[in-house]
Each structure stands twice: as C-alpha cells, then as structure tokens.
C-alpha cells in the first residue's frame, strides 16, 4: 500500500500541483477542496493519467467535525497519512478595518489557525504512535508581518505559524516533521490569485512576469521543495524557508 | 476634563498598575476585569488616595457586545479615550496537544486577538477623527516564538502580533499610536503569576529573585515604559519593545 | 560629581542632541565626534547656555588606541562613565557591489563593528565592577536586513545588532543595560542626512514631511527615549525596540 | 566540461560531504581549506572513487589575494563556477570578552563576514554575465542571536546574514541564488566539532545521540538540501532554511 499524501486545500495552485507531485513520487494523493467538484475530478485524472493514483472529496474545513472524520476515514480507507499539506487560508485582499467583519475576521482564523489546530489534534497522535510523520503548512508574509489592509489574514497567518512553531516543540522528537513555507511572492494559480484578479489582470501579469512566467512562483517548482522537505532525513530537517521568485523583491526589503 | 486611559484586564500585576500610572500622570483610569469586584474597588480606591481619578468596571471580553458597549459609555460618560491598554490574555500553563481542547485553544484566541480586534474597530474610527490616540497592547514572547506546551497561548499572541502591525499600518498616520510590549519574563504578579504557580511556590519564587524581586518585572517599573510610550512624540514612535529583568535570559539566549 | 554620559558621534543630529538631553537631566555630557571643532564648541556651549554641563573632544575611533585612551582619560577626568552612547556608523548612500571596495566595507565594520567591541572591552569591566552602566547603541534597519546597495553598511550593522546581545548576554546579570535602537526612517539631522543629500534636497525633504517636519525623526524627541532607556529600573529593561515617524512607514510593510 | 561546485572550507564535515554530494550529482568539485593536504587528498580520492571528480587546494583565505587568485584559477582551469559553498566560520567556542583579544574578533571577521564579501566580489560579475549561478551560505544561529560568549562570532555571522540579503537583493534579479543556511545544532563533524570538544567528548556526544548518531546532523544529509537548494528553479528560490536534527531543540525554543 502506498504512503498517504493529504492535501487539505488542493485547488489549480501549489495545493493540488503539490498533491501530483507526491503521487509521481509514489505516495496515494487525496486531494480535498471547498468546492468545485468538476476541478477535483480533473486534478484526479490527470494525476492517473501520468501514472500515479489519487482520491478526491469536497469538505468545507470550517464546519464541525467534517474535517476530523475526513482524516479518520482516510486512514481507514487509504492507509496511515505520511504527509499532510495544510494548503487552507483566505486571502481576501486589502481592505481596510471598517471593511474587515466579525464573520470575515473569524473566517480567517477557522481556515488559517483553527483548522490546522483540528488537523494537528487528530493526526498528531496517529504520527507519533508510529513515530513518523510530515506536516508542511503553505504560508505567507502575512505570518510575519503585518500590512495595512490585511488585519484579518496576517492575523490568522501569524497565529499558524506560532502554532507549526508550538506544534514542532512538542512532535518533532516523536518523529513529526512539521515546516512553515513562507510564500513570498504572487503564484502562477487560476484558482486563488486568478479569481482575485480577474482573468484579464491575471493574464496580463502573467506575460509581464516573462515568456514562461516564471517571475511568479510556478506552483511545480515549489512543489518540487515541499517533496524535498517531505524527503529531509530526520537528522536534517527544515522547520522554516521562503520561497520567492528570482525577480521578485524579498519582503524584507524596499522596492 | 482629564484625557482617559482604558485599561482593559486591570488586574493586580501590569494592567492595574498601569492605569495607576496614567492616573498619576493627570489620565482618569478607566479599569476593567472580569472578575474580583472588591478587587477592583480596592485598586479605585488607591489611586483616587494617591490623588488620581478612576473609574472600574467588570467586563467580560469574550462575550458579544460587552467591549464594544463599555467603549462607547467610557467615551460618552468620561470623554475621549485617548490611550487603551490591552492587557488581555490567556496564559493558561503548559500544556500537551491533547489536553489543549478545542474550547480552550478558542477562549485563548477570543480573549488574545479577536478582542483586541473588536477594541479596534470601536476605537480606532474615533481616535482617527481625533487625529490622536495611543493603543498598548501587553505581550508575551509567545508572540515570536513557539514553546511546547503553548498551543493556544502562542497562537492567540502571534495572530495579536501581526494584528498590531496591520493596525499601525493602517492608522499610525492618522495619528495613532499603536506599540506592541513583549513581556519577557516572570511578573510579580499576584494576580496571574500567583494564581498559576499557588501563593507557596509564587513567594518562594520572589524570594529568590533578590531582595526586592526585582530579578521578577515589577509592574510599578514595568508601568513607566508604558507610560513613556504614550508621551512619544509622533515624530519618534516605538512599534515594538521587550521588556525583562537584568538577570533574566533573553528568550532568543540559551539559558 | 555628575554622573557621565559619553558620547562617540556627537554630531549635529542624533548624537549631540542626545548629549544635550542628557545634560538637561543631570549627567555631565562627553561629546566626541571625528572632525569639527567648531561645531563641537557650539554643542558644548548650547549645552551649557541651557544650564547643562559638557566637554567636548575631536576622536577618530578608527585609530588604534585613540578610543580605548580617551574612555580612560574621561574617566579619570570626568568620574565614571554611567551612559555610553554610541552613535558610529558608516551609512554611506546605496553603491553596488562593484563599487564597494575593501577599504570601505572594511571601514564601515571598523566604525559599525569593531569600535563597539573596543569601547565595551574597556568599559564593560568598570561598568560590572561598579554594579551598574548603560549602553545605548544607535543603529538601522539595516541591522534587521539587507537592502540592494548596502552591502558595507548591513553587513557591520548585522554585526553590531548580535554584538549587542552577546555584551547583553554577559553583562546584563552584572548591571549593565545594553539597547539597541533601530532608527526605522529619515533623520532631521543636517550632519548626516543633510550631507548625504545636499542642502537643497535635504530642505526640500523636511519641507515634504510637514510644517515642523515631524514626518521625519526629530533628534530631540528620539532623545526622549534614549534618556528614557537609561532611567529604566533594573527590573524592567528594554534590549531593543524601534524608532520611526508616524507618517513613515515601517521597514516590514510594503508601500 | 562539468559545471563546478567551489568548496571554500571543505574539512570532513558539511563542507567536504557537500562537494562530494554535488560531484555525485555531476559537478567538478572544487574543495579548498587551510590545512591538512593529507586530508584534503583522501577527500578528493573517495570523491573519484565513487566515480566523481574532484580537485584540491589548500588556501587561507585571510591572506590577502588568495582567495580572488584561487577564483580565478578555477574559473580558468576547471571551467565556470556554478555553485560556491562558502563554508568557512570561526566557531571558537564560549570565551568571555576579556578573553575575546582584537585579533580573535577580526580573524572570525575576516572569515565569517569578509571572505564572503571578497569572494562575491570577484564571483559575482563572472555569474551575473551568464546570467546564473549559486551561493551557498552555511551559517549559525548566532547570526541570529547573540549568545553569552560568543562576542566574535556572533558579530561576524550576524554581518554575514546581512550582507547575504543584500546580495540576493542586488544579484537574485541577475541569476544568482544566495541562500542562507542556519545550522541549527551540533553536527556529526570530526574536524570542527570534533577538534572543539576533543576525541573523548566528540564520541560521548554521538553515542548519547542514537544508535546511527542521527540526533546529530548529519553532514550527508544536511548535504542533500544544499544539492536541492542549487536544484531549485528560478521561479520558486528558497533565501534561507534552517537545519537540525529531530530530537534537538530549536534556537528559538526553551529546553
């Protein structure tokens, strides 16, 4: 039986590019999405077509429950979760705090913070009792500053990753792998920078950013370094690391 | 009338002590706790025998509406708030993964960064029509760093973090001044401190840091940065400080 | 006698105006800067017209020996240093890699680095043996990272921010306050902005940032808070914070 | 002709085990450091071995021109240099500041800081034109904090991290990856931890860290995400990554 790869969040961006490329490298993908059951089933296909297998299920990861019983059946149907990638947040754009509602404001922290907390409830014991286990959490700038008009999301993304840090302190000596992968950059994803943009503003960007586009993070390449983190030896593990493109201007830095 | 300072969670350790401190520097303290009214009168009564002015009040933070309908009183009964001390938190002890409960890991976030978000949206509209406004937000070093045992803790305070950078993002050129205080150390605080470790270990404990305790943050001391903090001139405000006794370990030191 | 404050980069911005406050408050001001006697003597006699007490000496702290002489003559001249400020630094205006040769990237360290350790290995002992000192250390954000063309400058700026924690690691226990202020943002200060930019940009820049320039830092009030670092109790020590206008923005966010 | 991998400080631990990781992967290996030729042959031979290839030179970069002539002698007789692991620091050990002279503050300088400077210096423009190449930066956790005793190298590993960014802020646009690799940990490494702690306490360690030593890092697999960090694409870079092994404690964290 092959090695499970749960992929929480696998949209057409480095969730379901990430999830394809754990199942070329032998692992069963199960791929979970909000919505868009015609994505999923494509995302699936492809993944078979191309030689490797994969399971598909919609599950809104803020009701009760639904994502706790989702792993259990995983485990029961699929086999013991290796890898799980938490690929959820909600990046709604600027918009100032008068715009920012209570619903919004605790979205965010249901899908950043919550979520990866419920995930980490279940899974983390299951990991440890066979003393392995990877845990890779997709982030973003938001979790280590803070820019106007982004209060509810970098305050979701702030709390994850103190949580991967609290998360790391407590599993990594029973054999839990857990890594924050910072996303410092725009994505080449139709699903979530695409939809925030528009297809027009979206394709314009994408031909600025070079004849292959690779001035935005292409979501194949950065899968390539979520399998290698899922591959680090547990003598030589990786808890944090950015990702940018090479014309991209580090966060860190001005303009 | 006297400018005000809301303290909210003005317990016997910073945040009572705090509002002491603007009391004596001309503010009418506005003190809000939970719980412990005698204990909140008792600490009225101080400041008003010191010659301060205060007001107190029980509030509970994590209840709907509550924050924002005391807020608006303070400011209809007292006049213009003009500096806010969030002094609201959730340290609740170590704790595994598996006793960190979904309630607790919640209460942590409603208390640590949904209220100080829910303070904000009240406050901050007024203060930027005023052109003026402090807010000190009272942190830990589970804002920047993970421990074991700090699941909900960390979370709640690293999501607070990055709040205070978007809310300084926003506001600070409308003139408000918004600082995030790492606390960095045990407190001689009897009211949080003390309840957590018992009044036997708490003593031993303060004896052991010196004469005066003063190898523990005594809050009077602690109170005077933040008191400066709100004297700041706008052309030279701090964002961010620690604050730990001398013969502490910075947290980034190896002990 | 007066307790001391010495400063190394009194010039007509943050350092001298340091000095200044100092005085105000009671310390006997050392000024030393590495050329213009003239403007070291209008310094001195300000200081002394306000009713404060100073010297003033021309150092190259670059020279071997010339500082580690002149911390010992003004201790033997003036009584115990209680304040050491330093104020050295190279910021030199962007220049690529190119055109950064050794002599000036090894100059900068000198200046940034070096001169810290130099003066804290003469001081640092005489301070402990005494129970009590403070160390304040001007620095940039360019201690916290590296933008394009800084290369010399980041580079000793980095240096001198874990310099700060290793002398704060060691000596804190013994009484000695190391701070370490990151200066987030233009100066007012003709010496060395003024003479980075020229006259006329330099005066077009203050006219842009308001009518009393308080868009920029003025040297006056960042000295509230160096002379505020100073008076903190043992008890509550702050190691690091920031330091920006409020129209400014902060080093972490986009514009 | 194979494209070259430049070691500076290839002793029998990260630096060697790199070179031959990437000679495995089909680079010409370049390996330099101080001392030891006799070391320095058996490293080149166990590369060929196992059927790599690989040159050596011995070379003290702290003499002036060295380290430039040696650059250019590569590029001339090996061919381009398409990845440099600079890889020398001056981990001394715990040593207080009166036992930190002048001349052990500016040797871990011109090792840790300056070196690198220099060697980015001539390497830079040669990568730039073809419009690749990588730098990898093995560094330490101080330089991201300053621990008690270690003034030195705290200083020159923090100038170093700085002038890390500011390279990939001028370069990153041109081809050229820096990454910045915070070894996090005791490593499994005969000729510096192992001379540190003497032969005797060197084994203790390994034997107290797991039956294959795998609580140490291990120099072999710390090696694989060097090689996959030269691996990555331009459009998803990783700027800096920390490394340790599972059971250790993170920097950030208390034991």
């Known amino acids: 039986m092959k090695p499970v790869c749960l992929v929480i969040g696998a949209g057409a961006g480095i969730g379901g590019t990430v999830g394809a490329r754990f199942a070329q490298g032998g692992y069963h993908a199960v791929l979970c999405r909000r919505s868009d059951e015609d994505g999923l089933q494509k995302l699936g296909a492809a993944i078979e077509a191309a030689g490797g297998s994969a399971s598909g299920y919609l599950l809104d990861a803020t009701k009760p429950d639904l994502l706790e ?15 799980l990638v ?7 754009g600027d918009r100032g705090l008068a715009e ?6 605790e979205r965010c922290w249901r899908l950043g913070t919550f979520g990866l907390y419920r995930a980490a409830t279940v899974l983390c014991p299951l990991m440890a009792e066979r003393g392995k286990g990877t845990i890779l ?5 938001a979790a280590v500053r ?5 209060h509810a999301h970098a305050a979701a993304m702030g709390g994850r990753r103190m949580l991967c840090q609290t998360l790391n302190a407590e599993f990594a000596s029973k054999g ?6 910072l996303i410092d950059g725009a994505v080449d994803a139709p699903d979530t920078l695409g939809k925030m943009l528009g297809p027009e503003l979206f394709e314009k960007l994408r031909q600025e950013r070079g004849l292959d586009h690779d001035g935005l993070l292409l979501p194949r390449e950065v899968a390539e370094t979520y399998f290698h983190l899922a591959q680090q030896h547990r003598s030589a593990w990786t808890h944090e690391l950015d990702l940018r493109a090479f014309s991209d201007i580090a966060w860190w830095n001005h303009p």
Chains 1, 2, 3, 4 share one sequence.
């Open 69 to 83: 019983e989702r792993i259990a059946a995983v485990e029961s149907e699929h086999g013991p979760i290796e890898v």
């Open 86 to 92: 938490y690929n959820l947040g909600a990046q709604i």
């Open 100 to 105: 920012t509602d209570h619903r919004v404001f």
């Open 137 to 141: 959490v997709t982030s973003a700038t």
């Open 146 to 150: 803070g820019n106007a008009g982004q």
């Open 176 to 181: 839990i792998h857990v890594a924050h992968v």
